[in-house]
C-alpha cells in the first residue's frame, strides 16, 4: 500500500515535470518561429545544445584543418603578392577556426574537449580538407570552389538561431569573400596570361576539385540525418540539396568566363526548372572520405596531432603567465 502511494506519488511529479518541459519547449519553438536569437544563459533543449556543439565545433576544426592543404604552398607562391595573399587567408582561417571555438565554448562545452574529439578521430571536419594539393593552381580553385561553396552554405548561418554562432558567422563570411575573390582572380590572370601548360594546370585543378566540392554540401536530403530537426530549430536555413544547386547554378557563369570546362558531361539547362541539371554525385566517395580514408585523411589528423603535441609547452607558458597576473593582481 504504502510502495504503491508513492510510485503514484512519484507518477503525479513526473507528470509535472514532463508537462513543465514541454511547455518550455514549446515556447523554445515559438521563439525561434518569431525569428528571436537564442543566447547561452537561455534556457534550450539538450538536444539542441548537442546539436549546435556538433555542428560549430565540426566547423571550427573545418577551418583549422583547411589551413593544411594551402598552408602546403605558402612557401612555393609563385610572387610576392600571392604569398601575402595566400598568407593573409590561411591567417584569416585559423581565426576563423578560433570565433567558432569560442561560440562553441559558450555552450558549455571545453576547448580541450573539443580538439580531444578532433584528436582522437571523434568529431568530424569537412571531407574537402582529405584532398592534396599537386599545383599551384590547386590553391586558386580551393578560393574559387571551395571558399565559394563555403560561403554558399555560410550565408543562411549568419542568421541562424543560436546568437554567438550567427555573429561569428557575419565576420567569418566577410573575410570568405575575399577568400573567393582572390582565388578566382588568381585563375582568370592565369587563364588570360598563362601558357598553355599554366591553362591545362588550371583545368586539371578544376577537374579534380570539382565533385569533392559538390560534396561540401553533405549528403543528400534524403540521406541527412539532421537537416530535418536543424531547419526547425532555425540551425540550417537551407537543405544540403539547396544549396549545392544554387551553388552549381551560379558556379557555371564563372566557369565560362575563366573559359575552363566543368567535368560533367550531364551538367545541362533546364528550363523547366531553371536550374542547371548535374550528374550523379559519388556518394560511395563521400562517405569513405568522412569515414577517414580520403587520399589526406590520416596525413592530417598526424599533422593537427603533432601541432598539439609540440604547442604544450606555449599553452604552459600562457597559464603560469595568466596565473602570474592573477597572483599580482590579488596581491596590489
Ligand atoms: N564533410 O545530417 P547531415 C571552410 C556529416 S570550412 C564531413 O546532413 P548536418 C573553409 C555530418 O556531420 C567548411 N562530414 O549533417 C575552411 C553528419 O555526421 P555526424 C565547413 C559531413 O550537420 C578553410 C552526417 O554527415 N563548413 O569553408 O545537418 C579553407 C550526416 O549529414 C559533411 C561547415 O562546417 C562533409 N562535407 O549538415 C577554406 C558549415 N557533410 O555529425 C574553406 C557548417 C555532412 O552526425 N556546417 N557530414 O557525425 C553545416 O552547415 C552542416 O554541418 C553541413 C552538414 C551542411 C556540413
Redesign the pocket.
Known amino acids: 500500500m504504502y510502495t504503491q502511494s508513492l510510485s503514484l506519488e512519484q507518477e503525479k511529479q513526473l507528470a509535472v515535470a514532463t508537462a513543465e518541459e514541454q511547455a518550455k519547449e514549446a515556447a523554445f519553438q515559438a521563439r525561434i518561429d518569431a525569428g528571436d536569437y537564442i543566447e547561452p544563459k537561455d534556457w534550450m533543449p539538450s538536444s539542441y545544445r548537442k546539436t549546435l556543439v ?2 560549430i565545433s ?2 571550427a576544426h ?2 583549422i584543418v ?2 593544411l592543404p ?1 598552408g602546403n604552398w605558402i612557401s612555393r607562391a609563385p610572387t610576392l603578392k600571392r604569398k601575402a595573399i595566400l598568407l593573409a587567408k590561411v591567417q584569416d ?1 585559423g581565426g ?1 577556426g578560433l570565433y567558432l571555438y569560442a561560440a562553441a565554448e559558450t555552450l558549455g562545452t571545453s576547448r580541450d574537449q573539443m580538439l580531444d574529439a578532433l584528436h582522437t578521430g571523434k568529431a ?6 582529405n584532398y592534396p594539393t599537386v599545383t599551384w593552381a590547386d590553391v586558386g580553385v ?1 578560393g574559387w570552389l ?2 565559394g ?2 560561403i554558399m ?2 550565408v543562411p ?1 549568419c542568421r541562424c538561431s543560436y546568437g554567438p554562432y550567427a555573429r561569428a558567422m557575419i565576420r567569418v563570411c566577410r573575410e ?1 569573400s575575399f ?1 573567393q575573390r582572390q582565388g578566382y582572380e588568381s585563375l582568370l590572370v592565369m587563364m588570360q596570361n598563362g601558357t598553355e601548360a599554366q591553362k591545362a594546370m588550371v583545368q586539371d585543378a578544376v577537374n579534380r576539385w570539382w565533385w569533392p566540392s559538390l ?5 543528400p536530403d534524403s ?5 530535418e530537426q ?1 531547419m526547425r530549430w532555425g540551425i ?1 536555413r537551407n537543405s ?1 540539396d539547396e ?1 549545392r544547386q544554387k551553388f552549381v547554378d551560379a558556379t557555371v557563369d564563372q566557369a565560362k568566363v575563366l573559359g575552363i570546362s566543368l567535368p560533367d558531361p550531364e551538367l545541362k539547362w533546364n528550363e523547366e526548372r531553371g536550374h542547371w541539371d548535374f550528374g550523379p554525385i559519388n556518394w560511395d566517395e ?1 562517405w569513405r ?2 569515414g577517414g580514408d580520403g587520399p589526406c585523411n590520416r596525413e592530417r589528423l598526424a599533422t593537427r596531432v603533432r601541432a598539439w603535441d609540440e604547442g604544450e609547452w606555449v599553452r604552459e607558458a600562457a597559464l603560469a603567465h595568466a596565473r602570474k597576473q592573477h597572483t599580482a593582481k590579488e596581491a596590489a
Open positions: 556538433r555542428q565540426q566547423h573545418s577551418e583547411g589551413m594551402e582561417e576563423h568530424k571536419y569537412s571531407s574537402i580538407f580551393i571551395v571558399d561553396a563555403a552554405n555560410q548561418l570568405e577568400h560534396m561540401m554540401f553533405g549528403p540521406d541527412s540525418l539532421h537537416s536543424s540550417k544540403n544549396l563521400f572520405v568522412v
